[in-house]
């Protein structure tokens, strides 16, 4: 599973794979994908992009591309006190479902001590990751 607008990352395959079968994508990057495999599963806060969803499902079905409920978001964002990134969610619906949970390049700022993205080098930032 990727996130958002997060590439195949040509040169970490040894880290993060080379296969996406699922992405969790936000408003910005709405139904992005690498590969017409990859099923979407798109990050939605509000009805109108329900709506959006639905319209495009009904214009085009040999989509691989879901919603998440805005109501579902609304319950975790007040569960967790904070606005949940798509990234977030990903991982609390990997958590449901995996066995196994590998996170690369997933933390909120640099000050954290890596990039905010694996796939973007930035000077003096390394590449760590974390394994669950």
Excluded at 54 to 70: A, D, S
Excluded at 74 to 79: E, F
Aim: aromatic fraction near 12%.
């Amino acid at each position: 599973m990727r996130s958002a607008s997060c590439l195949y990352a040509k040169g970490f395959e040894k880290h993060v794979g080379a296969k996406t079968t699922h992405r969790i994508a936000n408003s910005r990057n709405y139904g992005f994908r690498d590969y017409d495999s990859e099923a979407v599963v798109q990050h939605m806060r509000n009805e109108a992009s329900l709506s959006k969803l639905f319209r495009k499902r009904r214009r085009h079905p040999e989509l691989n591309l879901y919603g998440i409920h805005p109501a579902l978001h609304a319950w975790v964002d007040r569960s967790f006190s904070f606005l949940v990134t798509s990234g977030l969610f990903g991982i609390l619906m990997a958590m449901h479902r995996c066995q196994q949970i590998d996170l690369y390049g997933f933390q909120v700022h640099a000050r954290h001590g890596v990039q905010y993205h694996y796939y973007n080098p930035k000077v003096g930032l390394g590449f760590k990751a974390v394994q669950l």
